[in-house]
């Protein structure tokens, strides 16, 4: 008996990849055993570009001889830590990892998910996270449920990824090069480990997902993938594109000496500079606006409109967009994070006061001065009645910040693509799974962020700290984003789903509520289109009130 036990074990593995020769040599990583006649060959650290040299694009890989172990990860790229204190990466982090789901026999012809980390574009790593052991991106479930492969990727964040002068000098996007850059060798190298070149989707969150967003935007990703997922972002959410560059390059270079009024010289200046000195200039800090304005305002280093890899307004770039399958979603209160700094009475007993909300409501809208504030409140009140529960006003200070910077920009993205596609279809979702974080007031439901632990299949690979209902959840949605992966629609593919999710169009716009309790009746429809008018509508038309944030930056400095 025990005999055999043991030759059952021996034979039961599955196939591994071993040593692969990729562009720049050969690499080998490791095998994962998943269960009988299953594992995941993956490899960690694969280099898919030069150390990038300081506000440059990526170069090529110049390779290497021998065996690449492949096996570690490597760092990340250079950047401040979570609490801002002091900086952690390296400039040489342009690397990804790669997980390759085996059965019985090698894998071929596998669809191929690329994942875009996400992290404001000033933090965050293809390995960030890891609570229990390994990373949450870790993608051993998600390619070993759903038969895909992942491939995770670094690019460079903060002022080392984005610092832009708006002009030539500077040009910006540099991170955003750099997922290209990975894609492009994706593309190139995966067939080695049986991927297929022609069924790539991207997929990303938060500053990841807006990332997918501009990637699609590009005219230079033009068959380049195939698919496309963002969780909780896009390039038109308020966040993600930096109007002013110049005025915070300024702000950067007071800050380690190099203000200059020739700004030739300041560019030089800056180039000489220390790039640990420079990431920390790049830090938000959040004392600076606490009671005089919103904690949107501090995500500044991001992505430029560069006449280049981005040649025009996002909203204006859906063309390039319209060959590619896309699914798009938000997390019901993505904006609860935001909210509770901008108004912390709403996670503590302390009432939530008019003044509170229509301060908020002032630092969002400021660009449209007092008529905003006024129109605004009316719309988010309407449904309070005189005497409104406290739970219900603070439940509308986070959906405010919800739908201003995540619900409304995704869907007109929806929108935008749907109505130019000929071909390639559009999903749309809400995650609204309630939150697992402890503390939060009981109104909370879906939190920035709380979808990635199920898609990226954390309750099977640690159960103790799940229940049942979580690996509903976490199977529902494996199925549903692995089936677009492999053919352009979450219903259809090997893996079987609760219910089917109808296509977004550009007269009809269903999406599917994503919870533990998938059935026919989680399909709705018109995501707040009420709100959605209000912002896109109304909102939009009230007249602009001209401040140039250069010129004050300007005068500022005049000492
Ligand atoms: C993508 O993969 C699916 C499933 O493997 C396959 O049916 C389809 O033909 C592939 N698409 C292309 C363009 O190769
Ligand atoms: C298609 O995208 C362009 C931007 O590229 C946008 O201006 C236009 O409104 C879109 N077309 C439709 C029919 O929505
Ligand atoms: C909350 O209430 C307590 C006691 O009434 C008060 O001391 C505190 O300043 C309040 N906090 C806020 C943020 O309003
Ligand atoms: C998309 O097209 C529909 C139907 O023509 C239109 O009502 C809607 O405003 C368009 N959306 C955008 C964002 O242009």
New binding site residues.
Partial sequence: MMLLLVVLFGVASAAKLGVVQTEGGQVEGQSHRMGLFRSVDVFKGVPFADVPGKWEKPKPHPGWSGILKATKYRDRCLQVTLLQTKTQGSEDCLYLNIFVPQGRKLST???VMVYLFGGAFLLGASNDVAILGDSLYDGKELADRGRVIVVTVNYRVGTMGFLSTGDSRLPGNYGLWDQHAAISWVRRNIEAFGG?R??ITIFGQSAGAASVSFQMLSPYSKGLF?RAISQCGVALSPWALQRQPMALTKKIARKVGCWRTDVDEMVTCLKMSDPVGLTMAGKIDVLLILGKGVVMDLLELSPVVDGDFIPDEPSQLFHNAAQFDYLAGINSMDGHFFAGVDVPSINMKNATTVAQVKGLLAGLTKEKGNAAIDSAYSTYTSHWGSVPDQAVVKKTVADIETDFLFLVPTQIALQLHANNTSGARTYSYLFNMKTRIPGFPRWVEAEHAEDLQYLFGKPFSTPLVYFPRHRDLSGYMIAYWTNFA??GDPSN?DSKVPAPWPAFTKYRHPYMIINNKISKSSISYDLRSYYVDYWTKTYSLLPTIKRDQEEEEDTATVY
């Fill in positions: 012809n596998l669809p297929n022609d069924n195939r492999r053919t593919g």
